[in-house]
C-alpha cells in the first residue's frame, strides 16, 4: 500500500512541475513548448484554464498523498532513533583571558 501511494506521490510530483512550466505567464504569449498552436489544441481560450484546473486536482492529490504517507509512516514506526542516540558529553569550556581594556583617550589641553 504504502509503495503503491509513493509511486503516486512521485508521478503526482512530475505532472506538477510539468503543468506549471507550460503555463505561460502574465501577459506572454503561447507556450514555446507548444510550438504556438496551443489555441487550435486546447480551444479559443488556449491552454491557461485547462492547465489551471489540471494544477489544482494534481495539487488536491498531492497534498492526499503526502497527508497519507505521513499517517502510514507515523502508524507503522516505533518511536524515533534519535531517542535512544547516546549523548555525548561536551567538552569543558576553557577558561580564556579576559579582553584587554583600552584606556580612554586624554583630552588634550591647549
Same mark, same amino acid.
Given at each position: 500500500m504504502t509503495i503503491l501511494i509513493t509511486v503516486i506521490h512521485v508521478m503526482t510530483c512530475l505532472l506538477i512541475i510539468a503543468a506549471v512550466l507550460l503555463q505561460s505567464g502574465k501577459g506572454a504569449e503561447t507556450? &514555446?513548448?507548444l510550438g504556438g498552436s496551443s489555441q487550435s489544441m486546447?480551444? !479559443?481560450?488556449? !491552454?491557461?484554464?485547462?492547465l489551471s484546473k489540471l494544477t489544482v &486536482?494534481? !495539487?488536491t492529490v498531492f497534498? &492526499?498523498?503526502?497527508l497519507s504517507l505521513a499517517l502510514i509512516k507515523q502508524n507503522s514506526v516505533g518511536p524515533s532513533l534519535l531517542l535512544n542516540a547516546p549523548v555525548k558529553a561536551l567538552p569543558a569550556p576553557s577558561s580564556a583571558p579576559a579582553p584587554a581594556t583600552v584606556p580612554a583617550p586624554s583630552a588634550k589641553k591647549p
Open positions: 507556450g &514555446v513548448m486546447f480551444g !479559443a481560450q488556449g !491552454a491557461t484554464p485547462f &486536482v494534481l !495539487a497534498m &492526499v498523498t503526502s
